[in-house]
């Protein structure tokens, strides 16, 4: 099938990536210049494992392309695959600006009948609009029909999640619409649910808030248990095992951060206020995860009874989790902000994230190395889990250290037990 593509940030790539893969001519359309010259040479502007081997094999093959032309990219498209940011406005509504102008821009070229997916988390009730938007600005009279299909891909599983997704949820009000979606998607061997359009939307911000509320009660239980002497790790094993409750998203530490779970909360918890119906859980899952910042941040303040003006302090990790280069909602920047800001001497190490302009503004040194980084530290954080820093072998690593307590605060380093300074 023909398929068209707005949008080339992680969901808009992966998904053009993949359908590529599967066979569907897709061509994928941006406005940033910048970054479809680089995507027509096959480079891809974002760190995502697996990715540029599939953008090198689909480029080559002629089966994926890129353009800034929207006229190119609505030609022979069949379906039409909106996949445009929809940040977090200051209220925590959902911005909509993106989306509006993806409709308005499909309206102005159309000139068939056509089938429009919509892939960007958005409130429930955005696809009607999208639809309405789309008909009444079209020059013509053409079927349109406006599908909801939700993305739940990881950043840094983006290729494996499209693969071995758990479900593919298809929200359309016209059947011949959502199996039309489903046909596109059948290689792919993952289960289906067809729902209509507002359940569809709802599933995405229903599923992201539940992990949510999941990582910020076991953050609580954790708090907890470091002042009963439980051990967490074992904590959510033992509660893991429940097959009701399952072990995963009960890893405890700084909480979650991410282009999705801080703002798919905040847009759900806007819906219950202006429904006006209570989702209080939602609420006190953000207010934990950003409580769970500032708890980590001063116990290292405590160790140092509350000055840490010259001290160096090492971080390792600035990513908002391992295997991507996303930056936003980081806990690495508040940590950073704040003990900068307290004098400290701060000095930062990341695999893959080697600067960033939302650090521009504080004293931070970027190290080369793990050893540079943690060289005469008085106090070595964890914040992001990478792999390569988990392995590390943190008795020589230590011994370069002024003596440091490791932080841990993604609580990894559970099975270095030669390691006496870890809290
Ligand atoms: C998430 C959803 O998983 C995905 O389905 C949706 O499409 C987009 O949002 P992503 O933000 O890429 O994906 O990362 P994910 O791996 O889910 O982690 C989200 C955050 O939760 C990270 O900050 C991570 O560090 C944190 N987390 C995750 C925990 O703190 N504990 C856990 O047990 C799991």
Not at 165 to 173: A, F, L, N, T, W
Not at 322 to 346: F, H, K, Q, W, Y
Not at 378 to 385: D, H, K, Q, R
Request: a negative charge.
């Amino acid at each position: 099938m023909n398929v068209a593509i707005i949008g080339t940030g992680y969901v808009g790539l992966v998904t053009g990536a993949v359908l590529s893969e599967i066979g569907h001519n897709v061509i994928c359309l941006d406005i940033n210049e910048e970054k479809i010259t680089k995507l027509k040479k096959g480079e891809s502007p974002i760190y995502e494992p697996g990715l540029d081997e599939v953008l090198e094999r689909n480029i080559a093959g002629n089966r994926l392309s890129f353009t800034t032309s929207a006229e190119e990219a609505f030609e022979n498209a069949e379906v039409i695959f909106i996949a445009v940011g929809t940040p977090q406005g200051e209220d925590g509504a959902a911005n909509l600006t993106y989306i509006q102008q993806a409709a308005k821009d499909i309206a102005m070229h159309i000139n068939r009948n056509l089938i429009v997916v919509v892939k960007s988390t958005v409130p429930v009730g955005t696809n009607d609009l999208i639809e309405e938007t789309i008909r009444t600005n079209a020059i013509g009279s053409f079927q349109v029909d406006v599908v909801s299909n939700p993305e739940f891909l990881r950043e840094g599983h983006a290729i494996n999640d499209t693969f071995l997704g758990d479900r593919i949820v298809i929200g359309s009000e016209n059947e011949h619409a959502g199996s039309t979606v489903e046909s596109l998607f059948t290689k792919l061997n993952i289960p289906f649910l067809h729902t209509n359009r507002r359940s569809a939307e709802m599933i995405k911000y229903a599923s992201n808030a539940f992990l949510a509320i999941k990582i910020s009660y076991i953050n609580q239980i954790y708090n907890l248990c470091e002042k009963v002497g439980a051990d967490v790790n074992d904590v959510a094993d033992g509660m893991g095992m429940d097959h009701r409750i399952g072990r995963a998203f009960l890893n405890a530490g700084l909480g979650y951060g991410g282009s999705c779970f801080p703002k798919d909360t905040e847009a759900l918890a806007y819906l219950g206020r202006e429904n006006e119906i209570s989702i209080s859980l939602v609420d006190a899952a953000i207010q934990a995860n950003k409580e769970q910042r500032i708890l980590f941040v001063n116990r290292v303040l405590e160790h140092f009874n509350g000055n840490v003006e010259g001290k160096k302090i090492a971080v390792l990790g600035l990513a908002f989790k391992p295997n991507t280069d996303d930056m936003r909602e980081a806990p690495s920047l508040d940590i950073i902000r704040i003990l900068s800001a307290d004098g400290a001497e701060v000095h930062v190490i990341d695999p893959v994230v080697k600067e960033t302009k939302l650090l521009a503004e504080v004293a931070v040194t970027h190290s080369k190395t793990l050893e540079e980084c943690v060289q005469s530290a008085e106090a070595v954080l964890l914040v992001t889990e990478w792999e390569e820093f988990v392995r590390a072998d943190w008795e020589e690593l230590l011994a370069l250290t002024k003596n440091a307590t490791i932080f841990d605060g993604r609580n990894v380093l559970h099975n270095h037990k030669l390691i006496s300074q870890v809290v």
